[in-house]
């Protein structure tokens, strides 16, 4: 095979890259399963996975990105390919430019923070190939929050990170020439990919997307007020424009794999410089939208639901306190070497930070309650069961959305969540 001879790769196209690339011995007997046919695996938006391992106990997973999402490829299969999907352009393509900035993003926090994201192996830009370490032991976060299985080390890890990448991939760290430099090397085609679907087709300023019926009183609340609509332009302005950090710009609980001895962030193909309260804040959404979802769980009885909603809270502080310790830890250490650190007011620093993802997380909790994008603690729920959550996670929005500068504490904000139904 030529090097621009593979497309789009199968079951038996993988077993022969991988030896072609000396990644496993030409006599191997390889199992390559496409996790796309595997329940819980993975969600598969824009790439092809698969796992392969031989018969000595090594193994990979191998990720091809697409040129399109992969429900543009089913429905241009299908013939169902919807108006705002195609577009005068033709529709969204996804620049492959994104594999090199995932690879470097990846590396750069395994720098930051040791063992953070999964090992890279071999890097194939022609034909959007990713080998990498198998984190199969592993599962999505998103299984775990709604299987109710707790990890009291997840908020550490993840809050370690937080403060870690904030500072050294910023001008707190960095000087400006080298901060512009950095800027450019993670420059990322693909940045903005989230851009419609939190700041645009949101359904708390959009009527584009349509919601589960019984949703109609409350949504149309939101999109008739235009404090919101400001608020999610401001958002949207900020993301674009505040290089702050780099961020992953999509992390949520289906980018995070874990067990009960590990924490891994997957899936960093947007990635790019911006502010760090949109990752904060989509990451509290998805443990929001966890804790709302079990209002329309009829399986679990009512203390395993107050218990897990408990867990939930004591999470989002724990992972707020962490990254602030964290901060301050890197402030203090760093200080006798940086003007501006010493003239640094760390608290109001960290309240803004605080305030902001809050607000984030308002729009990224609005951004998955529409049918499509719809996230799955609500999607797994019967159709019937779903009107409450979306409502309740719409009121959480509003507030978030409006009164993000009245938290001064994560506590004020999970204190809110505590009393949502009382």
Not at 17 to 22: C, S
Not at 77 to 90: C, I, P, S, Y
Not at 108 to 127: L, Q, S
Request: negative net charge; glycine residues 4%.
């Amino acid at each position: 095979m030529t090097h621009d001879s593979y497309g789009n790769l199968t079951p038996d196209g993988v077993a022969a890259y991988l030896k072609e690339k000396d990644l496993f011995p030409e006599d191997a007997h390889l199992t390559v399963i496409d996790l796309h046919a595997v329940k819980e695996s993975i969600e598969g938006f824009v790439n092809l996975i698969y796992h392969v391992y031989d018969d000595n106990g090594k193994s990979v997973i191998l990720k091809q990105m697409l040129e399109f999402p992969r429900y543009r490829i089913e429905d241009e299969k299908n013939n169902t390919v919807e108006e705002d999907d195609a577009g005068a352009d033709g529709g969204w393509t996804l620049d492959l430019g994104r594999m090199r900035s995932e690879i470097a993003v990846l590396i750069f926090w395994n720098t930051v923070c040791p063992g953070i994201c999964p090992e890279m192996y071999h890097f194939d830009e022609a034909n959007r190939i990713i080998v990498m370490e198998d984190l199969m032991a592993l599962s999505l976060l998103r299984f775990e929050l709604s299987r109710m299985v707790k990890h009291p080390h997840f908020p550490e890890k993840i809050g370690t990170f937080f403060a870690r990448n904030l500072f050294y991939s910023s001008n707190l760290h960095l000087t400006r020439y080298k901060k512009s430099e950095v800027e450019r090397f993670f420059e990322n085609p693909e940045y903005d990919a989230l851009v419609p679907s939190v700041f645009e087709d949101n359904i708390a300023i959009s009527m584009k997307r349509e919601m589960a019926p019984g949703t109609e009183t409350k949504r149309k609340e939101l999109f008739d007020n235009p404090k919101i609509h400001a608020e999610i332009s401001r958002l949207r302005e900020n993301f674009l424009a505040n290089k702050e950090c780099l961020i992953h710009t999509d992390l949520h609980s289906s980018n995070i794999m874990i067990n009960q001895d590990d924490v891994r962030i997957i899936d960093g193909e947007f990635g790019g410089f911006g502010p760090l309260a949109q990752d904060f804040g989509r990451l509290t959404a998805s443990l929001t939208l966890n804790y709302i979802s079990w209002f329309g769980d009829e399986k679990k009885s009512e203390p395993e639901k107050a218990d897990f909603q408990l867990y939930l809270c004591d999470t989002i502080e724990a992972l707020y306190h962490t990254f602030q310790r964290e901060f301050k830890c890197l402030v203090v250490a760093y200080q006798d070497e940086s003007y501006s650190l010493k003239n640094l007011d760390v608290d109001a620093y960290l309240i803004k930070q605080l305030q902001d993802a809050l607000s984030y997380a308002g729009a990224n909790i609005t951004s998955r309650l529409s049918n499509r994008g719809i996230c799955y603690d609500i999607s797994r729920l019967p159709a019937a069961n779903r009107t409450l959550p979306s409502n309740l996670g719409m009121t959480v929005a509003e507030e978030l959305l409006l009164n993000h500068e009245s938290y001064t504490t994560i506590e004020g904000y999970t204190h809110y969540l505590k009393n949502l139904m009382k």
